[in-house]
């Protein structure tokens, strides 16, 4: 099993906390960021993960990761190809063919990769994505039907699904992604509308890493949590 991650980023909005990584190979509690998903992704029993990066960082990848079990390999983007193109162009480095796993990489999740992968090929998809119900950022106001307020309260788990970035993907899906640009708004509407993209539900971990407070949040989640260091 092979999987696909996009690493791209800049980390522009990380600035200097970046300490001049791209945003996938930041440290969070002293190893990079993609190196949790990596280790996941063994665990599930990928043997190979291809990263879709920039040019000229595809060496740096692969000495940053190396020794975590699967084989690291870089696809290294001339241009930016969006997240969509990205995917494509990576999956050129294939080895294997069939059912492959692809996620975005600044992202800390404990999705159930073994379990996703199961419901996709139950489901008999083209594609199975990953969804879950995030934590709202807002506190809650209770409002009667004379906008009285009664009280506050914390913000609970949003009531919509939403699309967290981890997939498994038919080799047919992957060959209709675009060639550059977003396949959320063009391949998988398109699935969507012939029945054949389907949902898996996470209800775990799903931390972005796009600031600095988001960078002390996993950060300090994985020193509460050593599990994630092994």
């Given at each position: ?62 000495s940053e990761l190396a020794g975590l079990g ?45 379990g996703l992968l199961a419901a996709h090929r ?59 640009g977003d396949h959320e708004s063009s391949t ?43």
């Open positions: 099993m092979e999987a696909i991650i996009l690493a791209g980023g800049k980390a522009e909005r990380l600035g200097d906390a970046a300490g001049g990584r791209p945003k996938a190979l930041v440290e969070v509690a002293g190893k990079p960021l993609a190196a949790y998903q990596v280790g996941r992704l063994a665990n599930a029993g990928v043997t190979r993960v291809i990263f879709a990066c920039a040019a000229g960082q595809g060496a740096f990848f692969e699967p084989e690291i390999v870089a696809a290294e983007e001339s241009e930016r190809l969006g997240r969509g193109g990205g995917i494509k162009f990576a999956a050129r480095q294939r080895r294997e063919t069939g059912d492959v796993f692809a996620l975005n990489g600044d992202e800390l999740v404990d999705v159930d990769f073994s139950a489901g008999g998809a083209l594609a199975t994505i990953t969804v879950a119900q995030p934590k709202s950022q807002f506190g809650l106001v209770d409002v009667d039907d004379d906008d009285l307020v009664h009280g506050f309260r914390e913000g609970g788990q949003v009531s919509f699904w939403v699309n967290c970035g981890n997939y498994v993907l038919a080799e047919e899906t992957i060959e209709r992604f675009p060639d550059k998988f509407p398109e699935l969507a509308a012939e029945g054949r993209l389907r949902a898996f539900r996470h209800a775990g971990l799903w931390l972005t890493v796009n600031t600095p407070k988001e960078l002390r949040t996993a950060s300090e989640h994985v020193a509460a949590h050593p599990e994630w260091l092994s």
